[in-house]
């Protein structure tokens, strides 16, 4: 049997070798640690501490404790079970127990709730199972490439690979939120018998759950618990400009000056990859760049910031390996060589849980970047990506399979500190990869190297509703997909237009892609440039119609000034499914193929080619005017919306913050 004591704010077991902790952890959650042998770790991972946690009513009697923390509490039995319950004592989440033990479901399987087996000469392997909650709907978790914005009944991998991030944290119709407060690899799996959290090697079980009945309050309740998007730059809301990568400043400037003379809008133009000599060495090749500051005081004055790509590789022959390798600086191999990658040179990424490593690679980019006059970041490569061979690479924070997906956490916090403490008030950066928590770093993540089809253009629609549930409210996709692109292609043409108009819409405008008929790259060493991707680079009908698009986000900026302050003050997403702010219109459930752009422009992109027509539900709750045409439309019906290629459909909600016509 449990036995059960209260330790100041906090509800503690101790059963057999196990201990548990449950406290309040910021209004209306509470977090719950378990370990085995050890006392329980101070490590808040993606958790922030709290100075408020919330006061705890606690009461224990007849071997068995309850904890309330405003809306939420839960109760743990004498056997040691756990159940939580939300508003007005709805029970939200209880834990999978089959036992012949004391537990209330009796059972030969022998199967545990809380199941922690010994690594050998290591941590444990856990696994922790909850009951399933029928017709339960589950918003968030992350980027997968499945399509879908409903996780429930799927099968989640716990780990980062390019195009994919794991973002451990999820949104329940059944009102509550939950963060698998873990960085180590594993999977979940939310399947209609139980729900099956796995971590490969770990010392403690810890989660984060709120209650509320609002998604609003949920979302908010988890950025107060892992911390807040700051408030987005003015300077980077508008159109931000790149292809595969420009070989040379003459080249990138030639773009910005043709951009600028044709009267056409620009925010943010990018010297992407091999801009280098090698990797790890931080700076501009100067036979191809030969005068960054001039170049950067152009931009400027043309109303451009210039964004470089960064990636944390670093090659043998860099002039910074030696040093890096003799201290410590780079990630460790379990085995065989200290070698990540043999692309366009040896390299192994550097180690961003050492703040040391992190102090050194920031006075390299300060030096070569920063006193140039740039500020933005494209920090790349941010899963790591290798072979995916978990179990071989080690931090100076442990193992890759213990910690590994916090890796683009601090690889984003190495940045923002620096861009902080060199006078940046609210920096931003692109990162090809999140985990819970790097919001609070200025991260803008995108979808990574997908492909130009229609099907992926549909799962990175899916993907970034997921990401924006995630508590990530910056996230943009290579607008037209990255992976190759024919300009002279209709069909292509066809799919840019659309995901263009999709991308006029999102936290961050932007174009990329590496597209075909490009140049030689010039050296062996270096990568190649990717065909023509500005938007004059499809033909006249397209061009006309991606300007309309460019000045239609222009004429947005004051409402989506005041949709990042509320991102920044309050958690809400940026971009987010119907769901999310119509909770109690039961069809917003299952509309996985249009979104919400902050609280009053509804969106439903065209997914397929030559489409000239598609539904639209109009949620019940509101009145709706289409952009188009100005009709008005009660909410609650579906409608059979024209969309010619010039027009994705758009609806604006009656009486909100923004009105225009497209």
């Known amino acids: 049997m449990a036995i059960l004591n209260q330790v100041g704010n906090r509800l503690v077991m101790q059963r057999d070798v196990e201990r548990l902790w449950i406290e309040p952890w910021g209004p209306n959650a509470l977090r719950v640690r378990a370990v085995r042998h050890i006392d329980v770790p ?72 809380r199941e ?31 399509g879908m914005i409903d996780k429930k009944g799927c099968v989640l991998e716990l780990a980062h690979r390019n195009s994919q991030a794991s973002v451990p944290f999820y949104l329940s119709s059944e009102g509550y939120g939950f963060l698998w407060n873990n960085p180590s690899i594993g999977r979940v799996t939310f399947a209609k018998n139980r729900t099956e959290w796995y971590a490969s090697s770990t010392k403690t079980l810890d989660y984060w759950i709120t209650a509320s009945d609002s998604p609003a309050e949920i979302m908010s309740a988890y950025a107060d618990a892992t911390g807040h998007t700051p408030m987005m730059p003015d300077y980077v809301m508008g159109f931000w400009q790149c292809k595969l990568r420009y070989r040379t400043q003459d080249e990138l400037l030639a773009v910005a000056r043709r951009h600028k003379a044709l009267g056409l809008p620009m925010d943010v133009i990018v010297s992407d990859f091999f801009h280098w000599p ?40 860099s002039e910074n390996y030696h040093e890096m390798r003799q201290r410590g600086y780079l990630v460790q191999t379990e085995r065989g060589l200290q070698l990540c990658s043999t692309w366009k040179g040896n ?7 050492n703040p040391e490593a992190r102090e050194y690679v920031w006075s390299i980019v300060k030096k070569n970047y920063f006193d140039k006059g740039i500020k933005i970041f494209w920090l790349d490569e941010a899963e790591p990506e290798w072979d995916y061979d978990f179990d071989h690479y080690r931090y100076a924070r442990g193992s890759n399979l213990a910690v590994g997906n916090i890796y683009p956490v601090v690889y984003a916090q190495n940045f923002y500190e620096g861009l902080k403490q060199s006078g940046v008030e609210r920096p931003i950066n692109l990162l090809r990869c999140a985990w819970a928590g790097s919001q609070r770093y200025g991260a803008l993540v995108w979808s990574g190297d997908i492909d130009t089809t229609f099907r992926s253009f549909r799962e990175q629609f899916t993907s970034g509703l997921s990401m924006a549930m995630s508590g990530i409210p910056w996230w943009t996709s290579d607008i037209g997909g990255f992976h190759g692109g024919d300009q002279n292609d209709p069909n292509f043409r066809e799919l840019l237009v659309r995901w263009f108009q999709f991308g006029a819409f999102c936290p961050v405008f932007r174009l990329h892609g590496d597209r075909r008929n490009g140049d030689d790259p010039g050296s062996a060493s ?11 680079s499809y033909g006249e009908e397209v061009f006309e119609i991606l300007k309309k698009y460019l000045f239609l986000r222009e004429e947005m900026r004051p409402y989506i000034k005041s949709v990042m302050a509320k991102a920044a003050e309050t958690g809400a997403p940026v971009i987010r499914p119907l769901y999310y702010d119509f909770p109690r219109d039961p069809a917003t459930l299952t509309i996985e193929d249009q979104m919400m752009f902050g609280d009053d422009v509804l969106v439903a992109p065209v997914f397929e080619l030559g489409a000239r027509q598609r539904q639209v539900y109009l949620p019940a709750g509101a009145s709706w005017i289409d952009a188009h045409t100005g009709e008005t439309y009660a909410g609650g019906q579906t409608l059979l919306a024209d969309a010619p290629l010039e027009r994705c459909p758009v609806y604006l909600r009656q009486g909100g913050s923004v009105s225009f016509t497209i």
């Open 42 to 113: 101070e490590e808040n991972w993606a958790l922030l501490p709290q100075e408020n946690p919330g006061t705890a009513e606690i009461s224990i009697a007849d071997g068995e404790g309850s904890i309330r923390n405003g809306k939420i509490s839960a109760r743990i039995t004498r056997a040691g079970m756990l159940y939580f319950y939300g508003e007005n004592d709805k029970p939200i989440l209880r834990e999978y127990w089959r036992s012949r033990g004391p537990f209330e479901t009796i059972s030969a399987l022998e199967m545990k709730a």
């Open 116 to 146: 922690f087996r010994g690594r050998v000469g290591g941590d444990f392997e856990l696994t922790m199972r909850f009951e399933a909650n029928p017709g339960e709907h589950i918003f968030g978790m992350g980027q997968y490439q499945d």
């Open 278 to 317: 090698y990797q790890g060495d931080w700076r501009f090749d100067e036979s191809e760049w030969p005068d960054p500051e001039a170049m950067v005081q152009e931009l400027k004055q043309m109303g451009i910031e210039l964004m470089v790509s960064i990636w944390p590789y670093v090659d043998e022959k």
């Open 347 to 353: 390299t192994i990424p550097y180690d961003p849980t």
């Open 526 to 536: 270096k990568a190649h440039t990717g065909g023509p991707n500005e938007v004059w």
